[in-house]
Each structure stands twice: as structure tokens, then as C-alpha cells.
């Protein structure tokens, strides 16, 4: 079963970055618009192949979501002072999580200069050339207003930018208004249009939905910890409780989901070491709504219900729809009880991880009150230490990821002298 479109990994994609550094993603969004446009003035691209270049070309800053947010918000210093480190990182993470790793030179090369560019060999090389001119042009628009002149980094031409990729966007700019499009907003309307030619595979699409798992260490390292925590016991539980096939499946894409919402949320709330006030409290609990609005028409309903039901508990005391046991299906309990779980299990900045008899004592008590499935925490309690065992294995390959992501962005780092 089709549960996302290509199209709408795109969109899903954009729009949970988005939730991060909404300016960083408008930027992307509009480089991969200008660059669109020079690519198929160029005609070497079919438009499948000039779709798949677009969303990378989107996410070519993904590498500074990990950067700290002052440095960000500055635009012109960032792009010209600090601008390798990221586009390392970037390139690293699209290689080893994305389905699409042919591509993910482009983000490492899009800040070389092109007098070394053009000795690379490489096929996609002319995308980073041009990522760097149309990174410039919205920079630079941005930051100078009515000062801003098309023409001004003609001193770079052949040197730092590529002369031929210049030319044509001087010719690009004036046949498709592209300034005009841009101040109106009415790009966004031809790059959605250019998403409808995405041919992803089930396997393609399952490998982007894990990528974005992985973003959610931008904000918090532990809160990737905690995903994979609560995907396994979500798998765990649904294999011990003989959901049908498709019931799995769902439930697996709504538990890897479930908390994209708390990108939003800001660092020091996530990671605070003391109780939270009650005006935190409530904005911690918009990460749901958050989520909610992110997934709306992207993502079918039987997974996005599953994902959104994760705070709500069987005595209606949960939140955000308050809804009964009776108004929930199995794949939306297993996924509350492995939430749950989560948190338990897992240290929190305030707290070390809770042993498995505090932790099997409060799941208990909660059944006991209606408010989670007795028969889900009974097979989790049943099954405790195989489950967790496996949780602690699949946590340690994630950790892995990251010490392979790190130990090679050293390693590039030091050849290109960063």
C-alpha cells in the first residue's frame, strides 16, 4: 500500500525542516527554483531527473541545522565565512541516510569555488556551480534590498563562479521574472509542480522517512535515542501480538513519525534539567497540533491517526482530542505504551533512566487506571527484557551512525583544511 506519494516525501520533507529554521528552508526553496530554471534552460535533464535534483538542491543546507542558530540567522556572514563545515556535514548525511547518494557531492561542492570545481570529475558538478550562483543571488537580494545589483559578482565570473553559469542566469532571471516570482511567492507553485515528476519506490520512500528520524538529533541527540526506542517496542509488541501485516506496517511508519512536531520545540524546554512551568508545559504539548499540520494531505490517514493519537490515554485524560478507549484502534495503544516506555527507560536531563521495576510498576498502575491498554502493557511486561535487549542494540547501531557521520566529517574536513 502507498501510504505517501513522492511527491509529498518532497513537501513532508521541506516542511519539517522548515519547523527547525523556517528562513533556512525558504532559502533552499528558492535556490532549488532558481537553479530549476537554469537546468532546464539547459535542457540536459529529463523532468524526473530534474525533480530528484530539485529536492536535493532544497535540502543543500541541511548540513547547518546543526549549527547554532545566531550564526544562521546571519545569512551573508554564514554563506561567506562558515560555509564548508555545513556543506561537509550536509554531504556526509546525504550519503550515508538518503536513497539518493549519487547527489550528495552536490552539497559538499556547492561553496567551492569553481576555478577548483572544474577539475573535479564529477556528473553532477554543474548543479553545485549553479547552487552556488543562485546561493548568492538570494543572499545577497535578501540582505541589500533596492542596493542589490544582478550583475555584481561579474568580478567573480570564471574564478569563484562559473562563467557559463552566470550567463545563464542573467538569461534565466529576465525570461521567468524570477525576482518577481520569488517577492510574490509564486515560485513555490511551479517547484510543488516540478515535485510531480518524483518516481520514489516504497524502499526509496521508507529510506526518507528514516532520514527525517535522524533530523530530529538537529535538535536533540537523545530524541533520535528515543525514536528508535519507541519504534522497537512498537515492532516488538506488534509482532507479540499478532498484528495482521498491514497493521504493522502502519504502526511502524506512525511510531518513526510520531514526534516530528517537536522540532518546533525549542531546545532549552527539551532539554531543561528542572520541572517545566505550565505555560512550557503547554507549549511542549503543541508539538502534536504541530505535527498534525505538517502531515495534513501529505500522509494517509490510517498512519498520521496512529502518530497523533500518542499523548492520548484511555480514560480521556490525554490530549490533544481527548479520546476514550473505544474511540482508538490497537496500532494507536501499542504506540502509546511504547511511548511511554520511552520516556521510562530513557535518561532525561533531569533524571537518570528508571530500573525495569519502577518502570514495569508505573506501566502497571496506568493500566490499572484505564489510561493505557492493560493487554499492551501485559505483553511489553511479559516480554521485557528480550524487547529491551533489542532496544539497546538497535540504539547502539543509531550511536554507530553517528560516530561514522563524525569520524568522516573529520577526515574530509582535514583534506579540504577546515
Known sequence: MEYIKSKDIYLLMRDILKLIHPRLMEHG???????????????????????DISMVCTMHDIGAYMTEEGKINDMLRYESRDSMAHSIYGY????????????????????????????????????????????????????????FDLYMFERMSGTKLSA?????????????????????????EELAELAEFMIFSNE???????????????????MVVDNITTVCVCEELAEEMMLPPVEKEILYYGALIHDIGMLAIPR????????????????????????????????????SD????????????????????????????????????????????????????KVIAILNEEASRNRLKKSVVNTFVKS??????????????IMKMYDTLNMQYELVSKKYKI
Open 29 to 51: 526553496s528558492k535556490v532549488a527554483y532558481m537553479v530549476a530554471l537554469m537546468l532546464r534552460e539547459k535542457g540536459r535533464y529529463e523532468p524526473f531527473e530534474l525533480a
Open 92 to 147: 556526509l548525511f546525504f550519503k550515508y541516510l538518503s536513497p539518493v547518494p549519487d547527489l550528495s557531492k552536490v552539497i559538499m561542492y556547492h561553496h567551492m569555488d569553481y576555478e577548483q570545481l572544474k577539475k573535479v570529475d564529477y556528473e553532477f558538478k554543474d548543479v553545485a556551480a549553479y547552487i552556488n550562483i543562485a546561493e548568492k543571488m538570494d543572499i545577497y537580494s535578501s540582505s541589500m534590498g533596492s542596493q
Open 164 to 188: 557559463d553559469g552566470l550567463s545563464l542566469f542573467y538569461q534565466v532571471a529576465g525570461k521567468y521574472e524570477i525576482f518577481n516570482k520569488i517577492k510574490s511567492g509564486e515560485y513555490k
Open 204 to 222: 526509496d520512500k521508507k529510506k526518507f522517512l528514516e532520514m527525517l528520524m535522524y533530523c530530529l538529533g538537529f535538535r536533540s541527540k537523545s
Open 268 to 303: 532549552e524546554i527539551i532539554e531543561s534539567p528542572r520541572k517545566l512551568e505550565p505555560e512550557e508545559v503547554k507549549l511542549l504539548r503543541t508539538h502534536v497540533d504541530i505535527a498534525g499540520e505538517v502531515l495534513k494531505d501529505k500522509m494517509q490517514s490510517e498512519v
Open 306 to 357: 496512529i502518530a497523533l493519537a500518542h499523548h492520548e490515554r484511555g480514560d480521556g485524560s490525554g490530549y490533544p482530542r481527548r479520546l476514550k478507549d473505544l474511540q482508538m484502534n490497537m496500532p494507536q495503544k501499542i504506540l502509546q505504551v511504547a511511548d511511554v516506555v520511552t520516556a521510562l527507560v530513557n535518561p532525561r536531563s533531569y533524571r537518570k533512566d528508571m530500573p525495569s521495576e
Open 384 to 397: 521485557y527484557d528480550r524487547i529491551m535487549d533489542r532496544v539497546r542494540q538497535e540504539a547502539a547501531e
